[in-house]
């Protein structure tokens, strides 16, 4: 079975650091790019950062860029989100969600972040 | 940025009748390949999202038939031909044609 989990998530302050895990099973991670998107209590989604499955090429929201790094270690499933510099305004639920051709399938259950003093 | 606009933001519907989606794209999401990466997920109440439709109209593995996506360049529109009590979510239309991907805001379905 195809499955993401994401772990990582909790209570930081305003300023602090999180680096959020996604574990990948189910195929072969290492064939398939992958995406961060959050979604804020109550709201729309919004799309973090992807990562092509190489590593090589990444992108992320302009809202994240400077602060938040994505990456991913194929030898071990994983793909990571590391969030510096964090602000209330970054409190979601953040999703991972595996890409192929553009298409966003599966997404992970998600892991809640908030940004509180 | 492509600004994704959806219409109705609320739709109530009663069981067993149709429902429908507008989607439009502030810009057109036809890519340099052919393709118009315009998907429809769903996301049930606590749930995380689910791919519904890719590229306009192609229904995902899994996807009932009363499900269907259609429309070209900006104006994309999402059926529910028979809505059921399963149904009920918000669906989000998104493309991901250019970066940053982005979505529309959401349409809340809901059984009057």
Redesign the interface.
């Given at each position: 079975e195809v499955q993401l989990v994401e772990s990582g998530g909790g209570l930081v302050q305003p300023g602090g650091s999180l680096r959020l895990s996604c574990a990948a099973s189910g195929f072969t991670f290492s064939f398939y790019e992958m995406?961060w998107?959050r979604q804020a209590p109550g709201k729309?989604?919004?799309?973090v950062s992807?990562i092509s499955s190489s590593g090589g090429t990444i992108?992320y929201?302009?809202s994240v860029k400077g602060r938040f790094t994505i990456s991913r270690d194929n030898a071990k499933n994983s793909l990571y989100l590391q969030m510096n510099s964090l602000r209330a305004e970054d409190t979601a639920i953040y999703?991972c969600a595996r890409?192929h051709s553009?298409?966003?399938?599966?997404?992970?259950?998600?892991t809640l972040v908030t940004v509180s003093s | 940025d492509i600004v994704m606009t959806q219409t109705p933001l609320s739709s109530p519907v009663t069981l067993g009748q149709p429902a429908s989606i507008s989607c439009r794209s502030s810009q057109s999401l036809v890519?340099s390949d052919g393709?118009t990466?315009l998907?429809w997920?769903q996301q049930r109440p606590g749930q995380?999202?689910?791919?519904l439709i890719?590229?306009i109209s192609n229904r995902?593995s899994g996807v009932p038939d009363r499900f269907s996506g259609s429309g070209a360049g900006t104006d994309f529109t999402l059926k529910i031909s028979r809505v059921e009590a399963e149904d009920v979510g918000i669906y989000?239309c998104?493309q991901?044609?250019q970066?940053?991907?982005?979505?529309?805001?959401?349409t809340r379905l809901e059984i009057k």
């Open positions: 995406n998107v729309g989604l919004e799309w992807y992108y929201a302009d999703y890409e553009k298409v966003f399938d599966p997404w992970g259950q998600g | 890519h393709n990466y998907s997920l995380p999202p689910r791919l890719y590229k995902f989000f998104m991901a044609t970066f940053p991907i982005t979505f529309g805001q959401g």
